[in-house]
Nanobody, 117 residues
Framework: QVQLVESGGGLVQAGGSLRLSCTAS????????MNWFRQGPGEDGEFVAR????????YYAGSAEGRFTISRDIAKNTVFLQMNNLEPEDTARYLC??????????WGQGTQVTVSS
C-alpha cells in the first residue's frame, strides 16, 4: 500500500522550532488524509494534527493548536509539521500515519524530537 518516511527531528532548546516532513510512496493515489501522532516515554500515542488530502482541512490537538501547523505538498506526496515555541513537554517520538480511503493504513518509523529546558 503506502509507505511513509519521516525526517526533521532533533534536539532543540525550549522556544525553538523544528519542521518535520513525512513523504509517502506506493499507492499515493489512495491517500485521503495524513496525520501526526507522538509518543513520549511511558505514554500511549497522542494525536497531534491531521490534514485531509483533497480539501486540506486541518485538525489539531489542543496542545498543538496555535504553535504547530500541518501542511501538505500533494505534488511531492509530503506532509509537514511546523513546530514553533517548542516546550519540554513536546519531547516525543513523532509518527506519521496515513489514511487510505477513510481508514488508517500504515505508519512511518518515527522521528525523535527532544526539547531541552
Amino acid at each position: 500500500q503506502v509507505q511513509l518516511v519521516e525526517s526533521g527531528g532533533g534536539l532543540v532548546q525550549a522556544g525553538g522550532s523544528l519542521r518535520l516532513s513525512c513523504t509517502a510512496s506506493g499507492r499515493t493515489d489512495t491517500i485521503s488524509a495524513m496525520n501526526w501522532f507522538r509518543q513520549g516515554p511511558g505514554e500511549d500515542g497522542e494525536f497531534v494534527a491531521r490534514i485531509t488530502w483533497c480539501g486540506g482541512v486541518t485538525y489539531y490537538a489542543g496542545s498543538a493548536e496555535g504553535r504547530f501547523t500541518i501542511s501538505r505538498d500533494i505534488a511531492k506526496n509530503t506532509v509537514f509539521l511546523q513546530m514553533n515555541n517548542l516546550e519540554p513537554e513536546d519531547t516525543a517520538r513523532y509518527l506519521c500515519a496515513v489514511e487510505v480511503d477513510g481508514r488508517y493504513d500504515s505508519w512511518g518509523q518515527g522521528t525523535q524530537v527532544t526539547v531541552s529546558s
